[in-house]
């Protein structure tokens, strides 16, 4: 949940914010500090703003305490920083897009509000590529004229940037190790402190072994990550096993190969040949290799300006997404999403144009299918605290359908990283956040739909934006009587709007206005409640 007070001057120039996030922990704290924490870091997302006061709490709940999922509180920093900034475009009566790229990180030389400074930033020129090829000035106004054309159906257009920090915020934890064999037949065995689990860890491994050997990568084998072979491994998180166990490889290759050379050029590069021959002059050929992240490392307890580094580097990215919604019923398709992300050079471009797709498609699940239902007094048929959505029948995950019709994803180009292997940039979590343009260009179709109703300014709605929810935000008549009636049933007068309190899983946090209301499960407030004096606001954001 995020409480916010952001300003602008009438062009669009961000002065300021103070923003304040609030973690649902559960009733342990596990790992609820860290992704906190990453939240805090990505509340900035890519824009420069001047003054900056950001305020973090952990809330006890009566609820189970879980793990983080891909992104690790990075995607809800990053989403609480759209809305208000949305917010603010409303009240200048400008579109999002133009107070986002007038808001825009520069090349070099910026300073984030923990006092990072940023190194060949492309957020500018990623934003110039992405307008022009997914044609989103014309498509913007092909979506005006098919909204004015049509009452029932409306479609909307978003664009929207990301930055994602590479690294543990724990400092501890950016270390990797890895243990090369070389056989005499000429094939290597590698192991690694990096978990595969269908990430394609393993075989960018395997590319990088093949290449600091220079030999194919069919003579790489990868065996399984075992504490026999690497010992004290990191978890397989944060996006940079690639990074750690990529260049611990290569610290173990290049052990061999300054030993290995000389026989390799009598050999006249006959490898094979060369390990053999190696092998009967006693050379040893197995090397244990070692990799520690520099330069980073984070103390919350010192200064601001004193307390370090949290992120080696950042990867960018941005997306395009074009949604129709059905006003009648809330359903919603993806017409069309474009992406671009910076991985600098690749180190194997069709798993991580597979990455991209796949991240999309869980954030647009995040942000718009993954509903969650605690037990709680707003839902007196399930018991305090337990979890409703617990299997596939009542908790649902993007299908086949939820796809956009048409998707496009490139990479850029010419935009090495000096700071990773072979010039690379880490791709896990960072495009998580992109299938967020869907949630925001769902929110603009709803906006034409709640202008037809005579409905006008800034208004809220909730991840998940489910169909029930985006149905009863398009604020027709048809929707506006049944959220009289079920007040009614909630012992409410139909033109009463109460303020509640907002339950997070049974705990009263804050106050905010109902704005979806739902049959069998009372009245459920959502959103916010605002305030503006001129370019200011104060507001509140309910987040899964």
């Not at 990453?38 to 006061?53: E, G, T």
């Not at 065996?223 to 026999?228: F, I, K, P, Q």
């Not at 509903?371 to 305090?384: A, H, R, S």
């Not at 949630?439 to 037809?452: E, L």
Request: charged letters at 20%; glycine letters at 8%; hydrophobic letters at 40%.
């Amino acid at each position: 949940l995020g409480r916010y007070r952001a300003a602008a001057d009438r062009q669009g120039k961000l002065k300021a914010l103070d923003l304040q996030l609030y973690c649902n922990a559960g009733y342990s704290i596990d790992l609820s500090e860290p992704v906190l924490g990453r939240a805090i870091f990505h509340s900035d997302n890519v824009y420069k703003i001047p003054n900056v006061r950001i305020l973090g709490r952990m809330c006890k709940t009566n609820t189970v305490s879980n793990t983080a999922f891909r992104g690790f509180g990075g995607p809800q920093g990053l989403l609480v920083c759209e809305v208000w900034l949305d917010h603010l475009a409303t009240d200048l009566n400008m579109a999002p897009e133009e107070v986002r790229k007038r808001n825009l990180y520069a090349f070099d030389g910026d300073v984030t509000h923990f006092h990072q400074t940023l190194d060949r930033c492309p957020v500018q020129r990623m934003w110039k590529e992405l307008s022009d090829s997914s044609e989103l000035a014309r498509r913007m106004a092909d979506v005006t004229i098919f909204n004015a054309a049509n009452r029932w159906r409306k479609r909307g257009i978003s664009m929207l940037p990301t930055k994602f920090g590479i690294s543990f915020t724990a400092k501890f934890m950016n270390q990797g190790a890895a243990l090369v064999h070389i056989y005499t037949d000429g094939t290597v065995l590698v192991t690694h402190g990096g978990t595969e689990m269908g990430q394609g860890l393993h075989t960018k491994m395997q590319q990088v072994t093949a290449r600091a050997l220079g030999i194919p990568v069919g003579d790489v084998h990868i065996r399984e990550t075992s504490t026999d072979t690497v010992p004290n491994s990191s978890p397989t998180a944060a996006s940079a096993s690639s990074d750690m166990y990529g260049m611990a490889i290569l610290n173990a290759c290049e052990q061999i190969m300054a030993r290995l050379t000389p026989y390799v050029k009598k050999a006249e590069g006959d490898f094979k040949k060369a390990v053999n021959t190696a092998f009967f002059d006693r050379c040893d050929l197995s090397a244990h290799g070692f990799y520690k992240t520099p330069n980073i490392g984070y103390d919350w307890t010192l200064p601001d300006v004193e307390r370090g580094r949290p992120f080696n580097y950042f990867t960018y990215g941005a997306a395009c997404s074009e949604v129709e919604v059905d006003v009648l019923t809330g359903d919603m398709r993806i017409l069309r999403a474009d992406l671009l992300m910076d991985v600098g050079n690749s180190l194997n471009p069709a798993i991580d144009i597979g990455q991209v797709e796949g991240a999309f498609t869980q954030g647009v699940g995040w942000t718009m299918i993954e509903e969650t239902v605690w037990g709680c007094d707003e839902f007196p048929w399930l018991k305090p605290g337990a979890c409703h959505t617990r299997g596939p029948g009542n908790y649902k995950i993007p299908s086949f359908n939820d796809t956009p019709v048409d998707m496009r994803v490139s990479l850029l180009k010419d935009s090495e990283n000096c700071l990773a292997i072979h010039s690379s940039r880490a791709i896990g979590e960072p495009p998580l956040f992109l299938g967020a343009s869907a949630f925001f260009a769902a929110r603009s179709a709803i906006a034409s739909a709640r202008a037809d109703a005579g409905l006008t300014g800034h208004f809220t709605v909730s991840t998940p934006l489910t169909p029930e929810r985006i149905r009863m935000a398009c604020g027709d008549a048809l929707a506006s009587k049944f959220a009289a009636t079920c007040m009614q049933r909630a012992g409410h007068p139909p033109s009463f709007e109460p303020e509640l309190q907002t339950t997070l899983s049974g705990q009263r946090l804050v106050s905010a206005r109902p704005l979806s209301i739902f049959p069998g499960r009372g009245l459920v407030a959502l959103g916010l409640r605002c305030k503006i004096t001129g370019a200011q606001h104060l507001g509140q954001l309910r987040l899964k």
